[in-house]
């Protein structure tokens, strides 16, 4: 279960503030996969990497009585000089796996061959992306944060992430961002849309997915109005 508590975001920039979240409250049940909706700005990125613990709060909290994962796919914090490997065990011990079967389970999953052992910083953005969705895939977490899953690597590569992730959610839950009704409505079995810095939560997909086009069909608000 993860609870979001008077949750606040906010950025100033060339001296206009924006709310990015505006004192949510919301609860997103234990096993529940929550497609999170919102035009392109919204904040939903933002907002998954609050949940993630790697950005924080202007004021409000986050509590869960479970595990979560960083966005899966996100390669943003493997060190550039260390090898993919060095990375992937670095990552084990972060998180208290067996650090050699990560490492393996990686090294397969990811597909690298020889470039597994050179320097991260040496490595193609779908490189990155490969290893990056393989140390995701290698730990269990009880909630999978995903940001557009589907757009990591080649067709091959997207189809086998796609099966693997499938199997993690027989056992997790997900909070799940994706431009893809299809995949929205593969994932998740509920959902919450952000629009203005609010969130509003359904306990039915086709509900959230509804109330997210009707969103889409009003302009979005003006800087500087209101």
């Not at 997103?28 to 613990?53: C, D, E, Q």
């Not at 909630?143 to 589907?150: I, K, N, R």
Request: net charge neutral; proline share 4%.
């Amino acid at each position: 279960m993860i609870v979001l508590e008077n949750l606040t975001k906010t950025y100033r920039l060339k001296g206009r503030r924006t709310v990015v979240a505006d004192r949510l409250n919301a609860v997103f049940p234990t096993g529940a996969s929550v497609a999170l909706l919102g035009r392109n700005g919204a904040g939903k990125t933002t907002l998954l990497k609050m949940i993630a613990g790697t950005i924080r709060p202007t004021s409000g909290r986050i509590l869960s009585d479970g595990t979560i994962s960083w966005p899966v796919g996100f390669a943003g914090s493997f060190h550039p000089e260390l090898t993919g490997a060095q990375n992937v065990r670095f990552v084990a011990r972060i998180y208290g796996v067996d650090s050699d079967e990560l490492v393996d389970y990686v090294g397969d999953f990811a597909e690298l061959g020889q470039h597994y052992h050179q320097p991260f910083s040496s490595y193609s953005s779908g490189m990155r992306s490969r290893l990056a969705m393989g140390t995701s895939m290698g730990i269990h977490f009880d909630t999978y944060l995903v940001d557009e899953v589907t757009s990591v690597g080649d067709a091959d590569f997207r189809a086998k992430s796609q099966r693997v992730f499938s199997d993690r959610m027989a056992n997790s839950g997900a909070v799940v961002v994706s431009h893809s009704m299809q995949m929205i409505r593969n994932m998740c079995d509920m959902g919450a849309v952000l629009d203005r810095g609010h969130l509003s939560l359904f306990d039915d997909l086709d509900e959230a997915i509804a109330y997210h086009e009707a969103v889409l069909r009003v302009p979005p608000a003006v800087p500087g109005d209101g």
